[in-house]
Structure formats: structure tokens, C-alpha cells
T-cell receptor
Framework: KAGVTQTPRYLIKTRGQQVTLSCSPI?????VSWYQQTPGQGLQFLFE???????NKGNFPGRFSGRQFSNSRSEMNVSTLELGDSALYLC?????????????FGPGTRLTVL | AQSVTQLGSHVSVSEGALVLLRCNYS??????LFWYVQYPNQGLQLLLK??????LVKGINGFEAEFKKSETSFHLTKPSAHMSDAAEYFC?????????????FGGGTRLMVKP
């Protein structure tokens, strides 16, 4: 079974631009979560989607948004990029939407904002 | 709000020595607890999880962790370190009262294994 895939793997943008990252979960998984990883703040939860609905949201500004499609694929969008948005963005999928489920992580998209 | 503390951002052991990575959590109810490992330029891989069954949890690659409610701890151990264990390890908590998946991670511990 294929794992979680994220595209693109690397991205370079300039301040003020916007970016869209994509995540394809493991087949059959309905929950997709997004995390931001930076050296200073560590791993922080962005949001979770389940059956096309945002169910949980972390403490990030409104510039960060996401959506989930009917095939469970998910995208996250960051508008008006800031230097501090440079990070590794990780997507994780799980079969159901309960907290005990294992989340399977993709390799991440490394975003660099210049 | 939940929080996770990993004592020691860097731990160095010799090959064959005991590995002990510390994790303490704060939660008003016993949560679900996880240990993940991250190798360079990769995502996170689950080592083991505690979901209120046995307090001693065995995971992959010879790792295990013990849930101690009285100490609010979930330390990760491995009897004998291998060079391939060098990586960053993250402890995480999920509050099962909430619907859905939302992990709160500790700051991570980078494990170095000396030959």
C-alpha cells in the first residue's frame, strides 16, 4: 500500500506570495492533518480534515487555510508569505478520526521563503 | 491545554548501551501517548503508542515505553543502542476527549550513537 505522498517536496517563494501544498493520504484514510515543523517552534498542529470538514484547528493566523476533497486528498494554502513561514510542512493521515489512531506521516514539503 | 516535555534535547550513548529518552506530559485525564522517530529528510514514523491498555508498551526496533500515571511520564527505552538508532525522537500526546486527531509534540530529543 502506498504511503502518504506530499507534493512538491521543495519549494522556494518570496515574501508576499502565496503557496499551495498537496497531500495524498493512504488509500482508505479519511482523516488528514497538517503540521508545521521549525527549529524554533518544533512541531505544531495546523489543522485536521475529516470527510471534507475541518474538525480541529491549531493556533495559526488566517493566512493558513486548507481543504479536503471527496477523495480525501488535502491541500493547504498559505497566503501573503512571511519569512517565518519557512518550515517543513508535514501531512499525516489516519484511518478514522479518533485520537488513538496512528497517524502516518508523509515526507514533508520544505518551504523556503526569501 | 496539554503539554509535553522532553528532558534533554540531545542524548549521546555508546553503541550497545542503554537508551533512555524522557517524556513527561500534562493532561487532566490520561491521554493517548505516542513516540515517533524522524530520520533526516524524512517524515515521522510511529515507534509505539499507549492507549490505556497495558502500561508497558513494546514497539518496533526493540524500543519500549512505560506509562506511569503517578509520574505523568512515558519514557522510551531500548536495552542496547545500535548505530541505526541515531535520529530525532518525539513524544506526543493526543487528548482522547476531543474528536479527531490533534497531536501535541514535545520539543524532540536528538539521539547520537557513538561507535
Amino acid at each position: 500500500k502506498a504511503g502518504v505522498t506530499q507534493t512538491p517536496r521543495y519549494l522556494i517563494k518570496t515574501r508576499g506570495q502565496q503557496v499551495t501544498l498537496s497531500c495524498s493520504p493512504i488509500s482508505g484514510h479519511r482523516s488528514v492533518s497538517w503540521y508545521q515543523q521549525t527549529p524554533g517552534q518544533g512541531l505544531q498542529f495546523l489543522f485536521e480534515y475529516f470527510s471534507e470538514t475541518q474538525r480541529n484547528k491549531g493556533n495559526f493566523p488566517g493566512r493558513f487555510s486548507g481543504r479536503q476533497f471527496s477523495n480525501s486528498r488535502s491541500e493547504m494554502n498559505v497566503s501573503t508569505l512571511e519569512l517565518g513561514d519557512s518550515a517543513l510542512y508535514l501531512c499525516a493521515s489516519s484511518l478514522q478520526g479518533t485520537g488513538s489512531n496512528e497517524q502516518f506521516f508523509g515526507p514533508g514539503t520544505r518551504l523556503t521563503v526569501l | 491545554a496539554q503539554s509535553v516535555t522532553q528532558l534533554g534535547s540531545h542524548v549521546s550513548v555508546s553503541e550497545g548501551a542503554l537508551v533512555l529518552l524522557r517524556c513527561n506530559y500534562s493532561s487532566s485525564v490520561p491521554p493517548y501517548l505516542f513516540w515517533y522517530v524522524q530520520y533526516p529528510n524524512q517524515g515521522l514514523q510511529l515507534l509505539l503508542k499507549y492507549t490505556s491498555a497495558a502500561t508497558l508498551v513494546k514497539g518496533i526496533n526493540g524500543f519500549e515505553a512505560e506509562f506511569k500515571k503517578s509520574e505523568t511520564s512515558f519514557h522510551l527505552t531500548k536495552p542496547s543502542a545500535h548505530m541505526s538508532d541515531a535520529a530525532e525522537y518525539f513524544c506526543a500526546v493526543s487528548d482522547h476527549r476531543d474528536a479527531g486527531n490533534m497531536l501535541t509534540f514535545g520539543g524532540g530529543t536528538r539521539l547520537m550513537v557513538k561507535p
